[in-house]
Protein backbone atom coordinates (compact mmCIF):
# COMPACT_ATOMS: atom_id res chain seq x y z
CA UNK A 1 0.00 0.00 0.00
CA UNK A 2 1.20 3.51 -1.18
CA UNK A 3 0.44 7.13 -0.45
CA UNK A 4 1.94 10.27 -2.02
CA UNK A 5 4.14 12.01 0.42
CA UNK A 6 5.84 14.99 -0.02
CA UNK A 7 9.46 14.70 -0.50
CA UNK A 8 10.72 17.32 2.04
CA UNK A 9 8.74 15.34 4.94
CA UNK A 10 11.66 12.63 3.94
CA UNK A 11 14.65 14.38 2.93
CA UNK A 12 15.88 14.29 6.53
CA UNK A 13 15.36 10.50 6.81
CA UNK A 14 17.53 9.45 3.57
CA UNK A 15 20.73 10.06 3.23
CA UNK A 16 21.88 13.36 1.07
CA UNK A 17 24.06 11.65 -1.73
CA UNK A 18 20.42 9.93 -2.98
CA UNK A 19 17.92 11.47 -4.92
CA UNK A 20 14.56 11.12 -3.46
CA UNK A 21 12.28 9.67 -6.42
CA UNK A 22 9.28 10.79 -7.63
CA UNK A 23 6.13 9.97 -9.78
CA UNK A 24 3.45 12.18 -11.03
CA UNK A 25 5.35 15.57 -9.11
CA UNK A 26 5.23 13.50 -5.83
CA UNK A 27 6.93 11.51 -3.29
CA UNK A 28 5.93 7.92 -2.38
CA UNK A 29 5.95 5.90 0.79
CA UNK A 30 4.97 2.56 1.11
CA UNK A 31 3.80 0.03 3.44
CA UNK A 32 4.28 -3.24 2.68
CA UNK A 33 3.11 -7.02 4.42
CA UNK A 34 4.23 -9.91 2.98
CA UNK A 35 5.47 -13.21 4.05
CA UNK A 36 8.85 -14.66 2.79
CA UNK A 37 9.55 -18.61 2.20
CA UNK A 38 12.27 -20.69 0.46
CA UNK A 39 15.02 -18.26 2.03
CA UNK A 40 18.67 -19.57 1.64
CA UNK A 41 22.04 -18.68 0.28
CA UNK A 42 22.69 -19.78 -3.18
CA UNK A 43 25.27 -22.48 -1.70
CA UNK A 44 23.14 -23.39 1.32
CA UNK A 45 19.86 -25.72 1.41
CA UNK A 46 16.82 -23.72 3.19
CA UNK A 47 17.91 -23.87 7.26
CA UNK A 48 15.11 -25.03 9.72
CA UNK A 49 13.42 -22.54 11.42
CA UNK A 50 14.45 -19.82 9.05
CA UNK A 51 13.43 -19.76 5.96
CA UNK A 52 9.88 -19.37 6.01
CA UNK A 53 8.31 -15.95 7.97
CA UNK A 54 6.46 -12.84 7.60
CA UNK A 55 7.56 -9.35 7.16
CA UNK A 56 6.78 -5.63 6.84
CA UNK A 57 8.61 -2.89 5.32
CA UNK A 58 8.30 0.95 5.17
CA UNK A 59 9.85 2.28 2.19
CA UNK A 60 9.91 5.14 -0.30
CA UNK A 61 12.05 4.99 -3.45
CA UNK A 62 15.32 6.86 -4.84
CA UNK A 63 18.20 6.92 -6.84
CA UNK A 64 21.68 6.86 -7.08
CA UNK A 65 23.70 7.93 -10.41
CA UNK A 66 20.42 7.51 -12.18
CA UNK A 67 20.19 4.39 -10.73
CA UNK A 68 16.66 3.31 -9.19
CA UNK A 69 15.92 1.99 -6.29
CA UNK A 70 14.25 1.39 -2.52
CA UNK A 71 15.60 3.24 0.52
CA UNK A 72 14.08 1.08 3.50
CA UNK A 73 12.77 3.32 6.94
CA UNK A 74 11.92 0.23 8.83
CA UNK A 75 11.91 -3.46 8.46
CA UNK A 76 9.84 -5.97 10.55
CA UNK A 77 10.39 -9.47 10.97
CA UNK A 78 9.08 -12.62 12.81
CA UNK A 79 12.44 -14.27 12.87
CA UNK A 80 15.35 -12.96 14.91
CA UNK A 81 17.98 -15.10 13.07
CA UNK A 82 16.64 -13.24 9.86
CA UNK A 83 16.84 -9.79 11.59
CA UNK A 84 20.53 -9.70 13.03
CA UNK A 85 21.36 -11.24 9.41
CA UNK A 86 20.25 -8.98 7.33
CA UNK A 87 21.51 -5.96 10.15
CA UNK A 88 25.07 -7.62 10.16
CA UNK A 89 24.94 -7.99 6.06
CA UNK A 90 23.08 -5.67 4.89
CA UNK A 91 23.08 -2.31 7.11
CA UNK A 92 19.26 -2.73 7.14
CA UNK A 93 17.21 -1.23 10.00
CA UNK A 94 15.41 -4.88 10.52
CA UNK A 95 13.65 -5.00 14.30
CA UNK A 96 11.84 -8.13 15.84
CA UNK A 97 7.91 -8.31 15.96
CA UNK A 98 5.35 -10.56 16.45
CA UNK A 99 3.27 -11.01 13.02
CA UNK A 100 0.35 -13.23 12.18
CA UNK A 101 -1.29 -13.73 8.35
CA UNK A 102 -4.45 -14.89 8.48
CA UNK A 103 -6.45 -15.87 4.93
CA UNK A 104 -10.45 -17.09 4.23
CA UNK A 105 -11.31 -17.10 0.87
CA UNK A 106 -9.87 -13.96 -1.14
CA UNK A 107 -9.52 -12.31 2.33
CA UNK A 108 -6.22 -11.56 4.20
CA UNK A 109 -5.40 -10.36 7.63
CA UNK A 110 -2.44 -9.37 9.09
CA UNK A 111 -0.83 -8.30 11.96
CA UNK A 112 2.32 -6.76 13.11
CA UNK A 113 3.41 -5.82 16.41
CA UNK A 114 6.71 -4.83 17.21
CA UNK A 115 8.70 -6.03 19.75
CA UNK A 116 12.16 -4.49 19.16
CA UNK A 117 13.37 -1.81 21.61
CA UNK A 118 15.98 -1.20 18.81
CA UNK A 119 13.00 0.96 16.89
CA UNK A 120 10.23 3.34 18.30
CA UNK A 121 7.13 1.12 18.98
CA UNK A 122 5.06 0.36 16.19
CA UNK A 123 2.21 -1.89 15.10
CA UNK A 124 0.04 -2.82 11.78
CA UNK A 125 -3.26 -4.37 11.28
CA UNK A 126 -5.26 -4.40 8.21
CA UNK A 127 -7.88 -6.33 6.41
CA UNK A 128 -8.15 -6.92 2.41
CA UNK A 129 -9.80 -8.31 -0.27
CA UNK A 130 -7.75 -9.85 -3.16
CA UNK A 131 -9.47 -8.71 -6.85
CA UNK A 132 -8.68 -9.39 -10.10
CA UNK A 133 -5.39 -9.82 -12.27
CA UNK A 134 -3.98 -6.49 -13.81
CA UNK A 135 -1.81 -6.50 -17.02
CA UNK A 136 1.90 -6.48 -16.63
CA UNK A 137 3.13 -2.74 -16.11
CA UNK A 138 5.21 -1.04 -18.33
CA UNK A 139 7.52 2.10 -17.60
CA UNK A 140 5.43 5.15 -17.24
CA UNK A 141 2.40 3.99 -15.44
CA UNK A 142 2.53 4.17 -11.40
CA UNK A 143 2.43 0.59 -10.97
CA UNK A 144 5.74 0.26 -12.60
CA UNK A 145 7.49 2.96 -10.61
CA UNK A 146 6.04 1.58 -7.14
CA UNK A 147 7.18 -2.26 -7.62
CA UNK A 148 10.01 -2.66 -10.38
CA UNK A 149 12.83 -1.74 -8.50
CA UNK A 150 16.01 -3.80 -8.70
CA UNK A 151 18.20 -2.88 -6.37
CA UNK A 152 18.27 -1.48 -2.18
CA UNK A 153 20.73 1.06 -1.14
CA UNK A 154 21.66 1.04 2.33
CA UNK A 155 24.70 3.03 4.60
CA UNK A 156 27.63 2.24 6.71
CA UNK A 157 30.32 4.90 7.81
CA UNK A 158 28.33 7.35 5.57
CA UNK A 159 28.81 5.61 1.87
CA UNK A 160 26.08 4.79 -0.04
CA UNK A 161 26.05 0.79 -0.65
CA UNK A 162 23.87 -1.35 -3.30
CA UNK A 163 22.70 -4.68 -3.26
CA UNK A 164 21.28 -5.92 -6.84
CA UNK A 165 17.63 -8.08 -6.63
CA UNK A 166 16.19 -9.91 -9.69
CA UNK A 167 12.97 -10.66 -10.10
CA UNK A 168 10.37 -11.27 -12.91
CA UNK A 169 7.54 -8.46 -13.66
CA UNK A 170 5.10 -8.59 -10.94
CA UNK A 171 2.57 -10.11 -11.22
CA UNK A 172 0.12 -7.41 -9.73
CA UNK A 173 -3.86 -7.84 -8.35
CA UNK A 174 -6.25 -5.30 -7.68
CA UNK A 175 -7.05 -5.34 -3.59
CA UNK A 176 -9.76 -3.63 -1.83
CA UNK A 177 -9.23 -2.41 2.02
CA UNK A 178 -11.50 -3.00 4.40
CA UNK A 179 -9.54 -1.67 7.24
CA UNK A 180 -6.42 -0.56 8.74
CA UNK A 181 -4.95 0.49 11.89
CA UNK A 182 -1.36 1.18 11.02
CA UNK A 183 1.62 3.45 13.31
CA UNK A 184 4.19 2.25 11.52
CA UNK A 185 4.55 5.67 9.06
CA UNK A 186 4.37 7.49 12.38
CA UNK A 187 6.72 5.17 13.79
CA UNK A 188 9.40 7.32 11.76
CA UNK A 189 8.49 11.16 12.65
CA UNK A 190 6.21 11.32 10.19
CA UNK A 191 3.01 12.54 9.86
CA UNK A 192 -0.25 10.18 9.07
CA UNK A 193 -1.24 9.96 5.21
CA UNK A 194 -3.62 11.40 4.14
CA UNK A 195 -6.32 9.96 1.64
CA UNK A 196 -6.78 6.26 0.73
CA UNK A 197 -3.65 4.03 -0.31
CA UNK A 198 -2.74 2.75 -3.70
CA UNK A 199 -3.52 -0.62 -3.25
CA UNK A 200 -2.12 -4.04 -5.03
CA UNK A 201 -1.48 -7.56 -4.49
CA UNK A 202 0.81 -10.61 -5.55
CA UNK A 203 0.36 -13.89 -4.74
CA UNK A 204 3.56 -14.72 -5.12
CA UNK A 205 7.23 -14.07 -6.77
CA UNK A 206 10.71 -15.40 -6.30
CA UNK A 207 13.24 -12.68 -6.08
CA UNK A 208 17.32 -12.97 -6.25
CA UNK A 209 19.62 -10.59 -4.11
CA UNK A 210 22.98 -10.07 -4.46
CA UNK A 211 25.47 -9.21 -1.35
CA UNK A 212 26.33 -5.34 -0.70
CA UNK A 213 28.88 -3.43 -2.50
CA UNK A 214 29.98 0.04 -2.28
CA UNK A 215 27.46 2.17 -5.09
CA UNK A 216 29.60 3.77 -7.66
CA UNK A 217 30.63 7.54 -6.55
CA UNK A 218 29.28 10.50 -8.10
CA UNK A 219 31.24 11.56 -11.30
Keep these: MHWRIDANLLRSLVPSELEIDT ?4 AWI ?3 PFTMWGIRASFLPPISG ?3 F ?11 NGVPGVWFFSLDAANKLAVWGARKFYSLPYF ?4 SLQQTGDSITYSSVREDTRGAPAGFDATWAIGEHLPQSH ?19 REVYRARI ?3 PWPLQDATLSSLNSTMIESQGLPSPEGNPVLH ?18 A
Design 23 to 26: FDSS
Design 30 to 32: GVI
Design 50 to 52: TSA
Design 54 to 64: HELNVRTYVTY
Design 96 to 99: NARM
Design 139 to 157: PGSVEYFLTERYCLYSEQR
Design 166 to 168: HHR
Design 201 to 218: YAEELRADIWPLKKAEAR
